[in-house]
């Protein structure tokens, strides 16, 4: 299971606009995306306008991007299985005192159970990436509900919060059924503004080319996504979010994207 996971998650994100085929659940008039945008460059804005899909994102309140007039960043990692960095990557986020957000699959709650605790007790937010990662446009309602409330229940059973109310859909790959449906059973949908590929183990280049990579997309409401995988990430998260300080951006959760109050910033986080 873990080699058929990683595998998926490689392929995660790509940033074209792909319809896919449908089987019986999919009809040919809901479509299907792979999520991809306009990247910003020299600190201008990224543009979904182009994809053909932001009438229904935003139609049902996902997101892609936070206040554009505010120079805020919401920063996010895909856990789809441990290769070995996300201490390191908690250890850097807490000494720098930056809350984040960590989608996680059935697999990392299985196989990273400390992992997850911790994620919690560091005060950071924990999202839906679903049980096995499947194309959520080729599965029925009711197998949608079960891989969502498998990763839900099993998180809540490790950490004792049974909020959930962030979804990251598996390989970006979304319609207007399941943006609608996963928004019916209270999950606000998240994509990204800001993303490079990173989450090939076997294609990393250094922690300066992250830097690099991350750095030149950065852009206010920013919602930078991120694999945990990478050790190009790893080594490069301290340098990224200096330079982002530096450039006078402030790191925020999502749920201060919503105007909420965060529930838990230990440590002096905001």
């Given at each position: 299971m873990k080699c058929a996971l990683i595998s998926a998650v490689m392929a995660?994100?790509?940033?074209?606009?792909?319809?896919?085929?449908?089987d019986n659940v999919v009809s040919a008039a809901d479509g299907a995306y792979h999520f991809g945008f306009k990247r910003s460059v020299d600190g201008k804005l990224p543009s979904i306008n182009e994809e053909g899909f932001k009438p229904?994102?935003?139609?049902?309140?996902?997101?892609?991007?936070?206040?554009?007039?505010?120079?805020?960043?919401?920063?996010?990692?895909?856990?789809?299985?441990?290769?070995?960095?996300?201490?390191?990557?908690?250890?850097?986020?807490?000494?720098?005192?930056?809350?984040?957000?960590?989608?996680?699959?059935?697999?990392?709650?299985?196989?990273?159970?400390?992992?997850?605790?911790?994620?919690?007790?560091?005060?950071?937010?924990?999202?839906?990436?679903?049980?096995?990662?499947?194309?959520?446009?080729?599965?029925?309602?009711?197998?949608?509900?079960?891989?969502?409330?498998?990763?839900?229940?099993?998180?809540?059973?490790?950490?004792?919060?049974?909020?959930?109310?962030y979804l990251r859909p598996p390989r970006g790959i979304f319609n207007e059924r399941t943006l609608r449906y996963t928004k019916e059973l209270g999950y606000t949908n998240v994509f990204w503004s800001a993303a490079y590929k990173d989450w090939d183990p076997k294609e990393q280049k250094g922690s300066s080319y992250a830097y690099q990579k991350v750095v030149s997309q950065l852009h206010p409401g920013a919602v930078l996504l991120l694999h945990s995988v990478s050790k190009d990430n790893t080594e490069a998260l301290g340098s990224i979010i200096d330079e982002a300080r530096r450039q006078g951006y402030a790191f925020k959760s999502l749920t201060q994207l919503h105007g909420d109050v965060f529930p838990f910033l230990p440590n002096g986080i905001n």
């Amino acid at each position: 299971m873990k080699c058929a996971l990683i595998s998926a998650v490689m392929a995660c994100f790509l940033f074209s606009l792909v319809p896919l085929a449908g089987d019986n659940v999919v009809s040919a008039a809901d479509g299907a995306y792979h999520f991809g945008f306009k990247r910003s460059v020299d600190g201008k804005l990224p543009s979904i306008n182009e994809e053909g899909f932001k009438p229904i994102v935003d139609k049902h309140g996902a997101i892609f991007l936070g206040d554009t007039t505010r120079k805020e960043l919401f920063l996010t990692f895909d856990n789809g299985y441990e290769n070995g960095y996300t201490a390191s990557i908690l250890d850097t986020l807490k000494q720098k005192k930056v809350p984040a957000i960590f989608f996680v699959t059935g697999h990392y709650v299985k196989d990273q159970p400390e992992l997850v605790k911790r994620m919690a007790a560091e005060g950071h937010l924990i999202g839906n990436h679903s049980w096995s990662h499947p194309d959520m446009t080729t599965i029925s309602d009711a197998k949608i509900k079960q891989e969502l409330e498998s990763v839900k229940q099993g998180v809540a059973a490790l950490t004792g919060n049974s909020e959930m109310t962030y979804l990251r859909p598996p390989r970006g790959i979304f319609n207007e059924r399941t943006l609608r449906y996963t928004k019916e059973l209270g999950y606000t949908n998240v994509f990204w503004s800001a993303a490079y590929k990173d989450w090939d183990p076997k294609e990393q280049k250094g922690s300066s080319y992250a830097y690099q990579k991350v750095v030149s997309q950065l852009h206010p409401g920013a919602v930078l996504l991120l694999h945990s995988v990478s050790k190009d990430n790893t080594e490069a998260l301290g340098s990224i979010i200096d330079e982002a300080r530096r450039q006078g951006y402030a790191f925020k959760s999502l749920t201060q994207l919503h105007g909420d109050v965060f529930p838990f910033l230990p440590n002096g986080i905001n």
